[in-house]
């Protein structure tokens, strides 16, 4: 089973008074039944690289449009987080004009 893990740092955001940059954190997995159980399970591997996401900080989504990734189940979070690295997570970041490209689109 297909898995990307991303980070997508955010310049149009202040960082927060701790230092952290805004990101938004995605998590694909392909072509899983899109279940509950299939959804918690993706919200743990975004809780066990970063701690302080709560079950009600993490969004659900399928892909709708993409190259290589259509159909896959997503889960997002967004947050200041502490800039670093982080283990098998790909970091982007934005473009010179500052925006961020994410070559998916999701509902």
Not at 20 to 31: E, I, K, T
Not at 49 to 72: L, M, Q, R, V
Request: aromatic share 16%; hydrophobic share 35%; charged share 25%.
């Amino acid at each position: 089973m297909a898995t990307y893990r991303y980070i997508y740092w955010r310049n149009d955001l202040k960082r927060d008074k701790m230092g952290r940059r805004f990101a938004n954190v995605h998590y694909l997995v392909g072509y899983n039944q899109g279940t509950v159980s299939d959804f918690i399970d993706m919200a743990r591997v975004i809780q066990e690289a970063f701690p302080e996401a709560s079950i009600s900080d993490i969004h659900c989504a399928h892909i709708i449009d993409s190259s290589y990734c259509k159909g896959f189940s997503l889960v997002t979070y967004n947050a200041c987080i502490f800039e670093g690295p982080y283990k098998g997570w790909t970091q982007v970041e934005p473009r010179k004009d500052g925006t961020v490209r994410m070559e998916y689109y999701w509902h």
